[in-house]
Nanobody, 119 residues
Framework: VQLQASGGGLVQPGGSLRLSCAASGSIFRINDMGWYRQAPGKQREVVAV???????NYANSMKGRFTISRVNAKNTVYLQMNSLKPEDTAVYYC??????????????WGQGTKVTVSS
């Protein structure tokens, strides 16, 4: 199983970016999918998580600015980020709780995509 994240880059304050993360491989079912981020010198923190039926939860500082969504048929999760601030600068990682036949559900991580918010 692999998670491939994309969509990061350099954006000015107030701008928008859309991150994507696609899971591939021998997948029976994907439960929760989510986005996390890690800024330089800081611990990794949760950004948003979405369940398989589309219920989403956000970290307080992202509410109203970020939107997480997923397309189950494509095993893909998205993060629409609006009104970006310099403090949103970080490496963003996608996560998925994946069930493979014959295995217990396990956490998988994408490789990270860097988001830089700067003028």
């Amino acid at each position: 199983v692999q998670l491939q994240a994309s969509g990061g880059g350099l954006v000015q304050p107030g701008g928008s970016l859309r991150l994507s993360c696609a899971a591939s491989g021998s997948i029976f079912r994907i439960n929760d999918m989510g986005w996390y981020r890690q800024a330089p010198g800081k611990q990794r923190e949760v950004v948003a998580v979405i369940t398989s039926d589309g219920s989403a939860n956000y970290a307080n500082s992202m509410k109203g600015r970020f939107t997480i969504s997923r397309v189950n048929a494509k095993n893909t999760v998205y993060l629409q980020m609006n009104s970006l601030k310099p403090e949103d600068t970080a490496v963003y990682y996608c996560n998925a709780k994946i069930l493979q036949i014959g295995w217990a559900p396990a956490d998988y991580w994408g490789q990270g995509t860097k988001v830089t918010v700067s003028s």
